[in-house]
Every structure is written in structure tokens, then in C-alpha cells.
């Protein structure tokens, strides 16, 4: 039984692509130590947010992607974004449609394919989670001296210049 749950460990562990220099490697555990530590002491009013409006994770990434683009996705192309089969996005983005988070049609030129898009109850869902989000951070936040603070406003204001990472931030507007 024990080789078999450490087989099963030992496939679903991602590999690094390249190898990592043993600094490199700390520098990850102590990121790890840190997010660690956010999500078992700053995800009270995430998970509260997200029990409140009653929606699955995959749900949840959905409409997250689905914020994140201007326009529509395909149901292919959301199916893809969560990683879940064809059939199993198409019962998933059901229920959203059912709820009013989300609206789906047939393509234009293309009956065939079905196009999905957010409604702005779904920006609200959105917004909520990301307040609640938000709201453990800046707990945490507020636990910092001011030269950590300083110092983690630098290294994030040099993270977030990457082009992958500045397209992601503005998926949290603080609800004031």
C-alpha cells in the first residue's frame, strides 16, 4: 500500500524543465514556506467568498479566464484554460449559464462551435472573490515592519513589470 501511494506521489509531482542550481532550489522552498503561509493564515474570507457563492474551483478559474479576455473563448478554448475535457467544460459552463454568470452561443460562421462569454453578475462573483482575496493579503499586509514592507514592494514592482505577470494584476480591483 505504501509503494503504491509513493508511486502515485512520485508521478503526480511535476519535474522541473530544467535543472535547478541548490540556491535556486532553496530560493523556490522559501517562496513555497511563504505561500504556504498565505494560504493557511490569509483565506478565511476567500474561502468564505467562495462557500457564499456556492461555485466549484474549475467554475471559479473559469470565470477568471473569462475576465481575463476581451471578448469571448470558445468553449474549446475554456475547456483548455481549466483543463477539463470537452464535455465536462460544457456541463460546468451549463450550470454557469443557468446562474447567470455566464452566456454561451453558437459561433457566427460556425454553428458547430459555442462561444462563451462573462455576464456582469459574473464580474461581481468575480470581484467578490477577489476582495475576499485581497482582504487576507492586506491582513498579512499589515503584519510587516516597514523596512519588509519596502522590500517586498520592490522585489513585486520588479515582478510585476514581467509581461506574463502585469497582464494578471489587474484581475484584483479592490472593492472600496
Do not use: W
Not at 511535476?14 to 514556506?33: F, G
Not at 475547456?79 to 475535457?85: F, N, T, V
Not at 454561451?104 to 459555442?114: A, F, G, L, N, S
Request: aromatic residues 2%; hydrophobic residues 45%; charged residues 25%.
Amino acid at each position: 500500500m505504501q509503494a503504491t501511494a509513493l508511486a502515485t506521489t512520485e508521478t503526480a509531482t511535476p519535474t522541473p524543465t530544467t535543472a535547478l542550481a541548490p540556491a535556486d532550489r532553496a530560493l523556490a522552498a522559501d517562496l513555497y514556506a511563504l505561500i504556504s503561509h498565505l494560504h493557511k493564515n490569509c483565506t478565511a474570507d476567500l474561502f468564505e467568498a467562495v462557500g457564499a457563492v456556492d461555485l466549484s474551483l474549475s467554475q471559479i478559474k473559469l470565470l477568471h479566464h473569462l475576465l481575463d479576455v476581451t471578448g469571448e473563448l470558445t468553449l474549446k478554448q475554456g475547456a483548455e484554460a481549466i483543463r477539463l475535457s470537452l464535455p465536462a467544460a460544457s456541463r460546468l459552463v451549463e450550470d454557469l449559464v443557468a446562474r447567470g454568470l455566464v452566456e454561451r452561443h453558437e459561433d457566427v460562421e460556425d454553428r458547430r462551435m459555442k462561444r462563451i462569454r462573462l455576464t456582469d453578475q459574473g464580474r461581481v462573483v468575480i470581484a467578490r472573490v477577489n476582495a475576499a482575496r485581497l482582504s487576507g493579503l492586506e491582513n498579512f499586509v499589515g503584519t510587516l515592519d516597514p523596512d519588509e514592507r519596502r522590500a517586498l514592494g520592490e522585489v513585486l514592482t520588479r515582478l510585476l513589470a514581467r509581461d506574463d505577470i502585469a497582464g494578471a494584476s489587474h484581475s484584483v480591483e479592490p472593492q472600496r
